[in-house]
């Protein structure tokens, strides 16, 4: 319905959801009809950038053209659009410079980019390109976890059978291992099964 009645940002969410089932020619119907909007342009066109950018660099249901891709993604960037900070910051890791990453995902994090959390939450737990903080990885795990990732609850469930002091209490942790084996995350059921028999001692 909110697509429908020209939400702007249930759009944006909507061609996120079409592109990762394999509609790209969707993905660039539902941003292009909202580009055509010049108030939508004015209020959002960050996110479009951000979108359209990703679209043009892999060609993904218009032409191949990654010069005007990475311009509207520098335009996004400029903006501050959170999924492109995020998506920066994750390019950024894979090319061995993680230290520089952190600043834009805490930024995204703060601009209240879901997946952002996880992201930073690993370079802390594995501390091989920043400094390793346990306490700091289990905090963006637990936000991560609020948000929905699947990893992040196994990962916090995982952590409690392990003993760390950070980890959630053993009630939430079950239900965190639920959680994540009803997600489909290999290894849950196991994590779960082995808090319930902590718990039934």
Do not use: C, W
């Not at 410079?97 to 994090?109: F, G, K, M, S, T």
């Amino acid at each position: 319905l909110a697509v429908k009645n020209g939400n702007v940002m249930a759009r944006a969410y909507a061609a996120d959801i079409l592109l990762e089932r394999g509609d790209a020619e969707g993905a660039r119907k539902m941003l292009t009809d909202v580009n055509g909007d010049q108030l939508a342009q004015r209020q959002y066109h960050a996110a479009f950038n951000h979108r359209m950018g990703l679209m043009y660099e892999r060609g993904l249901g218009v032409a191949r053209d990654p010069e005007k891709g990475r311009s509207l993604r520098s335009q996004a960037y400029s903006a501050g659009d959170r999924d492109e900070l995020h998506v920066r910051g994750q390019e950024m890791i894979s090319e061995g410079r993680a230290a520089e990453a952190v600043p834009l995902l805490e930024h995204a994090i703060r601009e209240g980019q879901s997946e952002a959390p996880f992201t930073l939450a690993k370079l802390f737990d594995e501390g091989s390109a920043v400094r390793k903080s346990t306490a700091r990885a289990m905090l963006l795990y637990k936000r991560a976890a609020a948000n929905g990732n699947s990893q992040a609850k196994f990962i916090l469930a995982q952590r409690r059978h392990q003993g760390f002091e950070e980890a959630p209490p053993l009630e939430e942790a079950i239900l965190l291992a639920a959680e994540a084996q009803q997600d489909g995350v290999a290894g849950a059921a196991e994590i779960r099964a082995e808090l319930e028999k902590r718990r039934a001692l």
